[in-house]
C-alpha cells in the first residue's frame, strides 16, 4: 500500500505541475506531505532533506550570483570582452564563449540572465539592426540554458542527480569529473546554436556590419574587482581539488559566499544578497528528493519496474543500449513542453524514467546524466525557461514565438543526435560505460 500511495501522489503531481496554473513549488509541497501525514514516509525525511548539503549548496550559490550580479563586475567584464569586436559576426562569437564560461562562475540561469541583459540592450542600440537585435535575443538565452550543462553547478538539475548517483549508484560525480563528461556537449551545443541562428536570421550584411563603440558599464563604488575575482578564482579552485583536501562544494560555498558579500570586497551586503535567493526553488528541491527517495524505498518503481517493462525484461532479447539510450533522450528534450521546471523533470524523470530503463541493463548513471542533460533543451517556448521569457520580451523587435520555433526545429534533432553520440561513444572512453551490472530493483530472476 506504501508504494500504491507514493505512486499515486507522484502521478496528482505530475499531473498537476503539467496541468495546472500552481505553483511548482506549492504542488511539491503537497505532495510531500500527502506521503508524511499518512505515515507513508517519516516526517523526519522531509525535515533532513531542508538541511540537505545540496540544499546549502545552493544557497551559497544564490549569494555568489547576487554578489557578481550587484556589484555590476560580471557585466563590466563581459562587456569589455566583447568591445573588442570589430564586426557582429565576432560579437555572436565572443558572446557564446563569454557566456558559457560564466557556467563556472555563475551559478544560476537566471542570474546569468539578468547579468547579461544590460550587455545585449546596449548591444541592440549601438548596432541598431533590426535583423540582429532578433537574433541576439535569440542567442542570449539559447547559450545560458545549453551552457550551463557544463558546470556541476550550472542548474539545480545537476544537483538533484548528483544526490540520487550518490544514493543509489556506486558513481559520484565532483565538480570536475561532471566538467570532462558534460564540458564538451555543453560548449559544442552552444557553438552550434550560434551558428544556427546567424545561419537563420542574419544576412551577410548583418554578419560583416561594424560594431561601433560600446559603453562599458563600471562596477559598484565600493567593489574591489581584483579582489572579487581572486576570491571566484579560488572557489573554483577548492572545487576542483576537492578530492585532495576532504572539504565538500558546499562548505566551499558557502565560505565563498560569505567573504564575497562582505561590503568592503562587493559592496554588497550578506542581507541583501539573501534577498536574491531562490528561497522556493529550494523547498522546491527539498520536497522533490523527499520524493524521489519515496518512490524508491517503497517499492513503486519496483512495480513500475514490473509491469511497464515486463516485456522488455522478460523477452528472449533486452533492448539494444542504443534505442534505451535514445528512448531517454527523446523522453529529456521533449518533456519540457510539458513541465516548465528544470529541477522538476530532472526529479520526476530520473525516478521514472533511469531507474527503471536501468534494469535492462543500461548504466544508470549514463541514463541519469542523459536525462538531466537533455533537460537542458528548453528553447521551444517562451515559458519553458525563464532566460528565454526575459529576453523576449526585453526590448523592442526581440523575437517571436515562430523564431524560437524556428530554431528548436532544427537544433532539437542536432541537440539529440550529440547526447546519444556522446553517451554511447565518448562517455565511455571517459571512465562511464554504457552497459552495468547494476539491477535496481529488478532481481536476475524477474529479467
Keep these: ?29 503537497l505532495a510531500a506531505l500527502a506521503l508524511v501525514v499518512p505515515g507513508v514516509v ?24 547576487s554578489v557578481l550580479s550587484r556589484s555590476g563586475i560580471a557585466g563590466r567584464l563581459a562587456s569589455r570582452c566583447v568591445a ?14 563569454v557566456t558559457a564560461s560564466t557556467a563556472f562562475l555563475i551559478p544560476s540561469t537566471s542570474a546569468r540572465a539578468a547579468i547579461m541583459l544590460p550587455l545585449f540592450m546596449a548591444l541592440a542600440e549601438v548596432i541598431g539592426r533590426p535583423r540582429v537585435t532578433r537574433a541576439l535575443s535569440l542567442l542570449f538565452p539559447s547559450v545560458i540554458l545549453l551552457s550551463a550543462g557544463a558546470s556541476l553547478t550550472g542548474a539545480g ?14 558513481e559520484e560525480i565532483g565538480f570536475v569529473r561532471w566538467a570532462m563528461l558534460a564540458g564538451p556537449f555543453a560548449l559544442l551545443t552552444s557553438l552550434i546554436s550560434c551558428a544556427l541562428i546567424q545561419w537563420l536570421f542574419l544576412s551577410r550584411e548583418d554578419r560583416s556590419a561594424p560594431l561601433g563603440e560600446l559603453a562599458i558599464p563600471g562596477p559598484a563604488a565600493s567593489a574591489s574587482t581584483p579582489a572579487v575575482i581572486a576570491i571566484m578564482v579560488l572557489t573554483i579552485g577548492l572545487w576542483i581539488t576537492s578530492p585532495l583536501h576532504g572539504q565538500s562544494m558546499a562548505i566551499i560555498a558557502l565560505v565563498s559566499a560569505l567573504a564575497l558579500s562582505t561590503p568592503a570586497v562587493s559592496g554588497v551586503s550578506l542581507k541583501t ?19 524521489g527517495q519515496a518512490l524508491m524505498t517503497s517499492g513503486a518503481i519496483t512495480y513500475i519496474t514490473e509491469h511497464v517493462l515486463a516485456r522488455m525484461l522478460t523477452g528472449p532479447q533486452r533492448p539494444a543500449a542504443w534505442l534505451v539510450i535514445t528512448l531517454t533522450a527523446l523522453i529529456a528534450s521533449l518533456a519540457h513542453l510539458l513541465i516548465t521546471s528544470r529541477t522538476a523533470r530532472a526529479s520526476v524523470l530520473i525516478p521514472a524514467v533511469a531507474f527503471p530503463l536501468a534494469a535492462t541493463g543500461v548504466n544508470p548513471v549514463t541514463l541519469m546524466l542523459v536525462i538531466t542533460l537533455g533537460t537542458g533543451f528548453c528553447q521551444t517556448l517562451p515559458v519553458s525557461a525563464k532566460p528565454v521569457a526575459l529576453f523576449s520580451s526585453a526590448v523592442e523587435g526581440g523575437f517571436e514565438k515562430p523564431d524560437l520555433l524556428r530554431l528548436a526545429t532544427i537544433l532539437l534533432p542536432i541537440f539529440m543526435g550529440l547526447l546519444i553520440v556522446l553517451a554511447i561513444f565518448i562517455w565511455p572512453l571517459l571512465g562511464l560505460p554504457v552497459d ?10 524477474n529479467r
Design 1 to 29: 500500500m506504501a508504494g500504491r500511495w507514493t505512486l499515486i501522489v507522484f502521478c496528482a503531481a505530475l499531473i498537476a505541475w503539467v496541468n495546472l496554473d500552481v505553483s511548482d513549488t506549492a504542488v511539491a509541497l
Design 42 to 65: 517519516d516526517e523526519n525525511l522531509l525535515f533532513q532533506s531542508l538541511g540537505n548539503d545540496i540544499i546549502w549548496l545552493l544557497i551559497a550559490a544564490f549569494v555568489i550570483a
Design 84 to 97: 573588442r569586436c570589430g564586426r557582429v559576426s565576432s560579437v555572436f562569437w565572443t558572446i557564446t564563449l
Design 157 to 170: 538539475a545537476h544537483l538533484v542527480a548528483m544526490d540520487f548517483m550518490a544514493k543509489f549508484s556506486h
Design 273 to 291: 544578497a539573501l534577498k536574491d535567493v531562490e528561497w522556493g526553488l529550494l523547498l522546491f528541491m527539498a520536497s522533490t528528493l523527499m520524493l
Design 436 to 445: 552495468s551490472d547494476w539491477m535496481g530493483p529488478v532481481s536476475m530472476e
